[in-house]
């Protein structure tokens, strides 16, 4: 278990709301990933950080903003959620000799 | 676009035969490879990582990496029902990003 936890774990909520979904580790790694998983998609990288205020974008990062004040926490913002937005969302670290471990991920629906 | 391949499947296999998986890459600078176990509505589980070409192994799992032809194949020996799931193949380029493939589905038949 990689001590990772995030909150909430399930989410419905309405098109054009804002959503923040938290990622928090307990191991103080330095890398951290939010990716999505949709069917027939697979894993998809949304933004990683690398280090606090370090943040970079991945290949579905439109309509999504990340913060990352403190090494343990990560979050995700939607800024105004839409239907295309509904997807299980797992946060993962990356550990120093390249293994990347996930959390229980976010199941989030939007209407 | 740096692409990872799997088969869906599913592959069914019978309880106690070795069960073979199979992953494909296009990056040829790729360095890490990693297998993770996912069950259904659970999150991926880390089973193996190889980072030289050959066989390495770890119970009943054997993984096995071959950068000329770009592939890395994961065995499972002595399946049990226990082992069906989906299983994702994930390579890195050294970047700290990771191309994950879509995964195969297993299915172990007692």
């Known amino acids: 278990d990689a001590g990772i936890t995030q909150s909430p774990r399930h989410k419905v909520t309405e098109t054009g709301t804002p959503v923040t979904l938290r990622c928090h580790q307990t191991?103080?790694?330095?890398?951290m990933y939010w990716y999505r998983q949709d069917p027939g998609h697979g894993l998809r990288l949304i933004h990683y950080?690398?280090?606090?205020?370090?943040?970079d974008k991945g290949e579905v990062s439109d309509g999504y903003s990340v913060s990352r004040s403190k090494t343990e926490d990560f979050l995700l913002t939607l800024e105004s959620a839409t239907s295309s937005q509904t997807s299980v969302y797992f946060c993962?670290?990356?550990?120093?000799?390249?293994?990347?471990?996930f959390g229980p991920g976010t199941r989030l629906t939007v209407t | 676009q740096k692409e990872v391949e799997q088969n869906s499947g599913p592959l069914s296999v019978p309880e106690g035969a070795i069960a073979s998986l199979n992953c494909t890459y296009s990056?040829?600078?790729?360095?890490?490879f990693f297998w993770y176990r996912q069950y259904s509505g659970k999150s991926p589980e880390l089973i193996m990582s190889?980072?030289?070409?050959g066989d390495k192994e770890d119970g009943r799992f054997t993984a096995q990496l071959n950068k000329a032809s770009q592939y890395v194949s994961l065995l499972i020996r002595d399946s049990q029902p226990s082992d069906s799931a989906t299983y994702l193949c994930a390579v890195n380029s050294g970047t700290y990003k990771y191309i994950f493939g879509t995964g195969t589905r297993l299915k172990v038949l007692a």
């Open positions: 990056d040829r600078g790729s360095q890490s």
């Open positions: 190889i980072y030289s070409n």
């Open positions: 993962a670290i990356s550990a120093p000799g390249g293994e990347q471990y």
């Open positions: 191991e103080n790694h330095r890398y």
């Open positions: 950080s690398y280090g606090v205020k370090d943040t």
